[in-house]
T-cell receptor
């Protein structure tokens, strides 16, 4: 069964450093998302991406964050200058094209745990 | 703005007992509703979803949920809980249209006693 994959599973970085979190969505999906979950809190929407541009972003997704689909398979989240409060689990998700039965179901990856020291 | 409330932060049940996890949502239009489960250190696994039609939906692992529009609820149930069901459960509502995102509740942690 196709699945969303994410690398690395755990990333440790120093405050102020740039990090790139990588995701490979399900191959025929066209909608991509990033969510985050700070330890002990709920999962929060960060950004959605379609047709090579951001569809919607939350207030969390400030200028320090960016997303990119550099090729036909990867979807990345970059944090330019990490802060302590960026420590969280980051989940990538993807969903199928409009008109297909799975359009509104998002498939989640296993997450990347980011620790900022 | 859409929102989800899960009133129970932590629930403990005995193995074999029935389970109901509560979820209330706020959304202006017909909602897309989901229940996800997260085991410790793991990602989010979809248990079941409601888009339209029959208000009682069946999911994986013997779970079901009932959509009640009049109560803005989408409670998750299981008739007999297994020790492996211990996990955190998240209810989520999805907005419609092309700018589509999930809004999650804060989750309910389920502990299962032997």
């Amino acid at each position: 069964e196709p699945e969303v994959t994410q690398t690395p599973s755990h990333q440790v970085t120093q405050m102020g450093q740039e990090v790139i979190l990588r995701c490979v969505p399900i191959s025929n999906h066209l909608y991509f998302y990033w969510y985050r979950q700070i330890l002990g809190q709920k999962v929060e929407f960060l950004v959605s991406f379609y047709n090579n541009e951001i569809s919607e972003k939350s207030e969390i997704f400030d200028d320090q964050f960016s997303v990119e689909r550099p090729d036909g398979s990867n979807f990345t989240l970059k944090i330019r200058s990490t802060k302590l409060e960026d420590s969280a689990m980051y989940f990538c998700a993807s969903s199928a094209p409009t008109g297909t039965s799975g359009r509104n179901e998002q498939f989640f990856g296993p997450g990347t745990r980011l620790t900022v020291l | 703005a859409q929102s989800v409330t899960q009133p129970d932060i932590h629930i403990t049940v005995s193995e074999g007992a029935s389970l109901e996890l509560r979820c209330n949502y706020s959304y202006g239009a017909t909602p897309y509703l989901f229940w996800y489960v997260q085991s410790p250190g793991q990602g989010l696994q979809l248990l079941l979803k409601y888009f339209s039609g029959d208000t009682l939906v069946q999911g994986i692992k013997g779970f079901e949920a009932e959509f009640k529009r009049s109560q803005s609820s989408f409670n998750l149930r299981k008739p007999s809980v297994h020790w492996s069901d211990a996990a955190e459960y998240f209810c989520a509502v999805g907005s419609g249209g092309s700018n589509y995102k999930l809004t999650f509740g804060k989750g309910t942690l389920l502990t299962v006693n032997p």
